[in-house]
């Protein structure tokens, strides 16, 4: 049998406009005069041009290859004009999916491909350091260039089910990343933390027992781990997380539609060695939507439902304030006070997520 080919070509931009992204000193959320570390204003912009055949052999085999091509283009305004400039970079991105249907039902899958991860502007071209604005080394120059973009190539195997009320796909996957890097919460910097692996399995749910009700539920787990630990600091990837739970369910009926989701974020390891983690948290959110007609629907959206007290991102690292300058054992401390050489003190810095929010969408279309 001639097999069939269904050959796809596009192209896309994507440009991100930060106008200000800033670094302060703060007491209690307000900025201390002349406390303005980094404002600086980034322009990010992906092109992108991409091509792939699917190749139907037989009733059973598909055979996916595809080519992508980006080039970005990132640029920064920074607050100390030494630490503003441009770098654009392209990479060639290969990726391949084998798909064999054993039944109507079922079918196992194989995925590669290779992708990249864009590095924050300010670690490529910054030659000083935002808080001290003195160079990170004699020569000007970073002490760790940091590359505008970083290669990633992944591996997936799965298996899925499907029939007019289940669908079920279970996968494992790999992904090796060139680089990783480690944010430094104090200075507002970056540094490159080395290649790393990381390996993991997803269980995706859909049941739609009637035609009007949907429930989906998506557990993942996953481990990050550096390939090398040159420094014997650990080989544990800081922020890495290794459990997510999504579970929600679904009412879409001709005049109005209702939808609950839970989301949980297991506990993130925030140091290489392993023995500090950030709490988990778990969030609810609902949406509520009137079709009022073919045209125009009102939609309410409640984020955070119970108003869970939980954090966007925790950071642990050695910071000191004027309660740490206060106390005398941490003030002669020459290992912690950063006036005598010292690191500060080690502690969990963290952004509070979004409190209960309410928002109210009125939408219109074809008018």
């Given at each position: 049998?001639?097999?069939r080919t269904e050959t796809t070509v596009g192209i896309g931009v994507r440009n991100d406009n930060v106008a200000v992204n800033g670094l302060?000193?703060?007491?209690?959320?307000?900025?201390?005069?002349?406390?303005?570390?980094?404002?600086?204003?980034?322009?990010?912009?992906?092109?992108?041009?991409?091509?792939?055949?699917?190749?139907?052999?037989?009733?059973?085999?598909?055979?996916?290859?595809?080519?992508?091509?980006?080039?970005?283009?990132?640029?920064?305004?920074?607050?100390?004009?030494?630490?503003?400039?441009?770098?654009?970079?392209?990479?060639?991105?290969?990726?391949?999916?084998?798909?064999?249907?054993?039944?109507?039902?079922?079918?196992?899958?194989?995925?590669?491909?290779?992708?990249?991860?864009?590095?924050?502007?300010?670690?490529?071209?910054?030659?000083?350091?935002?808080?001290?604005?003195?160079?990170?080394?004699?020569?000007?120059?970073?002490?760790?260039?940091?590359?505008?973009?970083?290669?990633?190539?992944?591996?997936?195997?799965?298996?899925?089910?499907?029939?007019?009320?289940?669908?079920?796909?279970?996968?494992?996957?790999?992904?090796?990343?060139?680089?990783?890097?480690?944010?430094?919460?104090?200075?507002?910097?970056?540094?490159?933390?080395?290649?790393?692996?990381?390996?993991?399995?997803?269980?995706?749910?859909?049941?739609?027992?009637?035609?009007?009700?949907?429930?989906?539920?998506?557990?993942?787990?996953?481990?990050?781990?550096?390939?090398?630990?040159p420094l014997h600091q650990g080989t544990g990837v800081p922020e890495s997380l290794a459990g997510v739970v999504s579970l929600g369910a679904?009412?879409?009926?001709?005049?109005?539609?209702?939808?609950?989701?839970?989301?949980y974020f297991g506990p993130r390891q925030l140091d290489q060695v392993g023995d500090v983690k950030s709490p988990p948290s778990t969030t609810?959110?609902?949406?509520?939507?009137?079709?009022?007609?073919?045209?125009?629907?009102?939609?309410?959206?409640?984020?955070?439902?119970?108003?869970?007290?939980?954090?966007?991102?925790?950071?642990?690292?050695?910071?000191?304030?004027?309660?740490?300058?206060?106390?005398?054992?941490?003030?002669?401390?020459?290992?912690?006070?950063?006036?005598?050489?010292?690191?500060?003190?080690?502690?969990?810095?963290?952004?509070?997520?979004?409190?209960?929010?309410?928002?109210?969408?009125?939408?219109?279309?074809?008018?």
């Open positions: 049998m001639t097999p302060y000193l703060t007491n209690s959320r307000n900025h201390l005069p002349g406390g303005t570390l980094s404002n600086d204003h980034i322009v990010l912009r992906d092109s992108s041009a991409y091509a792939q055949s699917r190749i139907q052999v037989g009733s059973k085999l598909r055979v996916t290859p595809g080519l992508r091509l980006d080039i970005v283009n990132q640029s920064v305004g920074a607050f100390d004009p030494a630490n503003s400039g441009k770098a654009t970079e392209a990479l060639l991105l290969p990726k391949f999916a084998l798909a064999y249907a054993s039944s109507p039902h079922e079918e196992f899958y194989l995925d590669f491909g290779e992708s990249f991860h864009s590095n924050d502007v300010r670690g490529v071209i910054g030659v000083d350091d935002p808080q001290t604005h003195a160079p990170f080394d004699p020569t000007g120059a970073p002490t760790q260039f940091n590359s505008p973009l970083t290669r990633g190539s992944g591996e997936e195997i799965g298996y899925r089910y499907s029939s007019p009320k289940i669908t079920t796909t279970f996968s494992a996957f790999q992904l090796l990343l060139a680089n990783e890097l480690i944010f430094d919460g104090d200075h507002g910097t970056t540094s490159v933390g080395g290649p790393d692996v990381r390996r993991g399995v997803e269980l995706s749910n859909f049941y739609t027992p009637a035609n009007w009700l949907t429930f989906d539920a998506d557990l993942a787990t996953t481990t990050a781990r550096f390939i090398a630990d679904t009412v879409d009926e001709p005049r109005y539609a209702a939808s609950l989701r839970m989301r609810f959110n609902t949406q509520l939507t009137s079709k009022m007609n073919k045209h125009t629907s009102l939609t309410l959206d409640v984020f955070n439902i119970f108003n869970a007290n939980t954090a966007d991102v925790t950071y642990y690292y050695g910071s000191w304030t004027k309660q740490d300058a206060a106390n005398p054992t941490l003030a002669n401390d020459m290992t912690v006070n950063p006036a005598l050489g010292g690191a500060g003190v080690n502690d969990f810095h963290f952004h509070p997520s979004q409190a209960r929010t309410v928002r109210l969408t009125l939408s219109t279309a074809g008018l």
